[in-house]
C-alpha cells in the first residue's frame, strides 16, 4: 500500500509541476528538464508514469474535466448546468493544473489530443440539457446538444480573450454574463427567475461539491 501511494504522490507532483511550466511556456517552449526540475525527481521516476511530452501534455489536457468536481444535484436541471459552468470557471482562477489544460487545448499543436476535452464538456453540458428539456425546464424549440457545443464554445472563447487583453478582466464574472446572456434564450420564464447567478455561485458550488473518486488517481501505475 505504501508504495502504491508513493506512485500517487509522485505522479501527482510531476502533473502539477508540468501544468506549472505548460502554463507559463505553452507546449512547444516547455522542456522536461524544466518539469523536472520543478519537480524535483529523476528522469527515470518521469518516464516511469509518462513515456514522452506529449504523454504528459495529454494527462494534463486529460485532468480538465477529471479532476474537475461533479456539482451537487439540484432541484432544477437548469441551475446544474449553471454550476458546471461557473464551477469550472472558479477554479480556472486558482488552479494551475485545470490552467495548463486550458491553454493546452487552444494551443495549435497536431502532437497532443486538444479535442478530448471540448468533447467531454460537450457531452457533460448535453446530457443535464437534456434533462432539463424533458424536465419542461428549456423553451420548446431549444436543442440540447447545439446549445451544449454554443456554451462550451463561448465559454472557451471568453477564456482565451479574458486571458489575452489587457487590463485583465475578471474571468468570473465574465462567464457569469455569459450564462445569464445564454440563461434568457433558453430557459423558460419561471425556472429563469429561480436559478441563483450570484457572483459568488462558483464558490459556493465548489464547497458543496464532491470529487468522484474515479477521477482522482486515472491508470495510476504502481511503482
Not at 524535483?40 to 518516464?47: D, E, R, V
Not at 440540447?144 to 471568453?158: N, S, Y
Given at each position: 500500500?505504501?508504495?502504491?501511494?508513493?506512485?500517487?504522490r509522485t505522479r501527482r507532483a510531476i502533473l502539477?509541476?508540468?501544468?506549472?511550466?505548460?502554463?507559463?511556456?505553452?507546449?512547444?517552449?516547455?522542456?522536461?528538464?524544466?518539469?523536472?526540475?520543478?519537480?524535483?525527481?529523476?528522469?527515470?521516476?518521469?518516464?516511469?508514469?509518462?513515456?514522452?511530452?506529449?504523454?504528459?501534455?495529454?494527462?494534463?489536457?486529460?485532468?480538465?474535466?477529471?479532476?474537475?468536481?461533479?456539482?451537487?444535484?439540484?432541484?432544477?436541471?437548469?441551475?446544474?448546468?449553471?454550476?458546471?459552468?461557473?464551477?469550472?470557471?472558479?477554479?480556472?482562477?486558482?488552479?494551475?493544473?485545470?490552467?495548463?489544460?486550458?491553454?493546452?487545448?487552444?494551443?495549435?499543436?497536431?502532437?497532443?489530443?486538444?479535442?478530448?476535452?471540448?468533447?467531454?464538456?460537450?457531452?457533460?453540458?448535453?446530457?443535464?440539457?437534456?434533462?432539463?428539456?424533458?424536465?419542461?425546464?428549456?423553451?420548446?424549440?431549444?436543442?440540447?446538444?447545439?446549445?451544449?457545443?454554443?456554451?462550451?464554445?463561448?465559454?472557451?472563447?471568453?477564456?482565451?480573450?479574458?486571458?489575452?487583453?489587457?487590463?485583465?478582466?475578471?474571468?468570473?464574472?465574465?462567464?457569469?454574463?455569459?450564462?445569464?446572456?445564454?440563461?434568457?434564450?433558453?430557459?423558460?420564464?419561471?425556472?429563469?427567475?429561480?436559478?441563483?447567478?450570484?457572483?459568488?455561485?462558483?464558490?459556493?458550488?465548489?464547497?458543496?461539491?464532491?470529487?468522484?473518486?474515479?477521477?482522482?488517481?486515472?491508470?495510476?501505475?504502481?511503482?
Amino acid at each position: 500500500m505504501a508504495k502504491q501511494d508513493r506512485a500517487i504522490r509522485t505522479r501527482r507532483a510531476i502533473l502539477e509541476a508540468a501544468a506549472i511550466v505548460f502554463d507559463e511556456k505553452g507546449y512547444r517552449a516547455a522542456k522536461l528538464s524544466d518539469i523536472l526540475e520543478r519537480a524535483k525527481l529523476t528522469k527515470g521516476a518521469l518516464y516511469f508514469h509518462f513515456t514522452s511530452k506529449e504523454a504528459l501534455a495529454n494527462a494534463v489536457l486529460d485532468a480538465q474535466v477529471s479532476e474537475t468536481p461533479v456539482p451537487s444535484p439540484q432541484t432544477y436541471k437548469m441551475q446544474e448546468y449553471v454550476d458546471m459552468g461557473l464551477l469550472f470557471a472558479h477554479l480556472l482562477v486558482s488552479d494551475p493544473l485545470l490552467r495548463a489544460s486550458v491553454r493546452l487545448s487552444l494551443e495549435q499543436v497536431p502532437e497532443i489530443n486538444r479535442s478530448s476535452p471540448y468533447v467531454e464538456w460537450v457531452e457533460r453540458n448535453t446530457r443535464v440539457l437534456t434533462e432539463a428539456k424533458e424536465c419542461g425546464e428549456l423553451l420548446l424549440h431549444v436543442d440540447p446538444a447545439e446549445t451544449a457545443r454554443i456554451t462550451v464554445g463561448a465559454f472557451g472563447g471568453m477564456n482565451a480573450m479574458v486571458s489575452t487583453i489587457t487590463p485583465p478582466l475578471d474571468l468570473e464574472r465574465e462567464i457569469l454574463t455569459l450564462y445569464r446572456h445564454l440563461l434568457a434564450g433558453i430557459a423558460v420564464p419561471s425556472v429563469l427567475l429561480r436559478l441563483d447567478v450570484r457572483p459568488d455561485r462558483g464558490a459556493q458550488v465548489l464547497a458543496e461539491a464532491v470529487l468522484e473518486p474515479a477521477a482522482v488517481t486515472p491508470g495510476v501505475d504502481i511503482a
